[in-house]
């Protein structure tokens, strides 16, 4: 799965220059402020792909100006902001990551079942449209999925990737990862986290400050149906038609909140 068999149709798609762009990001303070302001766009911005209520401002304004809303409309944002946070401090291990969904999903399943993975199918749902968008691997072979997943991501880890590279398995860790969906809930929050974590073991702790989950709501349609175009049923997936969605990444770099 997490090969680079469609890296050279990914490269005839990208027309974003990833190393500037992400120079550009670099060249931002490392500050406790500027983490503050664009993990709470990133959050919210998540949380809105999942149907979350609060607006994108609005959660800015709670985390940076501590200004107070009803609580249903912040505590699973607030989740997932201290999911952010400790994956910010801590090394992508599967232990971790497991960690950090159970850290996400707080308020949203119950302690059984967070880190966890599902036991039953899964059918997903576009909470946009309230259309069926994929069948994600089924219960008999979400577990050794996911085990083989794992496995795949942490031989990337180790240096001696370049930043093309670098994208093109970010995003195809994202991809992947959902078309498993290996949690009751809170997969599609925790794997656009995910694809953060990589980059940022990857190229360092201002890879945080890209705004990909912020292009994804923006690019909301674009999202499902590049998602949708790898095939609806997990037994039937093409990677071979994964390059449209794996651009989505490097296009986020020049997208500015």
Do not use: C
């Not at 083989?148 to 930043?163: A, H, S, T």
């Not at 929050?189 to 201002?206: D, H, N, V």
């Amino acid at each position: 799965m997490l090969d680079k068999s469609f890296f050279e149709a990914y490269l005839s798609l990208l027309d974003t220059d990833i190393t500037g762009t992400f120079k550009e990001i670099e060249a931002k303070e490392l500050s406790r402020e500027n983490f503050n302001f664009y993990t709470a766009v990133s959050v919210m911005s998540s949380s809105r792909i999942e149907g979350e209520k609060l607006e994108i401002d609005s959660y800015v304004k709670h985390k940076m100006q501590h200004i107070e809303y009803l609580s249903d409309l912040t505590e699973k944002p607030n989740d997932l902001f201290e999911a952010y946070e400790f994956a910010s401090k801590a090394r992508l291990t599967k232990e971790n990551f497991l960690e950090a969904h159970s850290i996400a999903t707080r308020h949203l399943l119950p302690a059984q079942w967070r880190g966890v993975i599902r036991t039953g199918n899964m059918v997903i749902m576009d909470h946009h449209s309230n259309q069926v968008q994929y069948e994600a691997a089924s219960a008999g072979i979400v577990k050794k999925e996911f085990e083989k997943f794992w496995d795949e991501l942490e031989k990337l880890l180790p240096p001696g990737m370049n930043i093309d590279g670098i994208f093109y398995f970010a995003s195809m860790i994202h991809l992947v990862f959902v078309k498993i969906h290996p949690f009751n809930d809170g997969n599609g929050r925790t794997a656009r986290l995910l694809e953060k974590w990589f980059l940022s073991e990857k190229l360092g702790e201002k890879a945080w400050y890209i705004p990909s989950e912020y292009y994804y709501y923006t690019h909301i349609t674009d999202y499902y149906k590049n998602l949708a175009r790898v095939g609806l049923f997990y037994d039937d997936l093409s990677y071979k038609n994964s390059p449209p969605f794996l651009v989505m990444l490097p296009k986020a770099l020049v997208t500015e909140k």
